[in-house]
Nanobody, 121 residues
Framework: QVQLVESGGGLVQAGGSLRLSCAASGGTFSTNAVGWFRRAPGKEREFVARVTYSGSNINYAESVKGRFTISRDNAKNTVYLQMNSLKPEDTAVYYC??????????????WGQGTQVTVST
């Protein structure tokens, strides 16, 4: 069983930066893919970025490409989401998730509680 705890959220002005962290404990975190998702007020949860356990395969949502960077440090059991050039539309609760990739299918078996990111104009 993997437990995930997000941190690093907060209030930032448009154009600013934040770095989110997702710290894992228990289970075999280093063999799991990790993803970041977000849920804005009144909207459904959406995919933001994901990375395989080796870091060799990374994908981003079109809305964050070129602004967000996902990375992982398996020695620290932590995955990061560096968010630059933030926009008000990036305001959301950000969640990290982990799970295996089987035959090209990404599964999100474990979820954190989320961290709030608010971008002001």
């Amino acid at each position: 069983q993997v437990q995930l705890v997000e941190s690093g959220g907060g209030l930032v002005q448009a154009g600013g930066s934040l770095r989110l962290s997702c710290a894992a404990s228990g289970g075999t975190f280093s063999t799991n893919a990790v993803g970041w998702f977000r849920r804005a007020p009144g909207k459904e949860r959406e995919f933001v970025a994901r990375v395989t356990y080796s870091g060799s395969n990374i994908n981003y949502a079109e809305s964050v490409k070129g602004r967000f960077t996902i990375s992982r440090d398996n020695a620290k059991n932590t995955v990061y989401l560096q968010m630059n050039s933030l926009k008000p539309e990036d305001t959301a609760v950000y969640y990290c998730a982990a799970g295996p990739v089987r035959v090209g299918v990404w599964s999100w078996d474990y979820w954190g509680q989320g961290t709030q990111v608010t971008v002001s104009t």
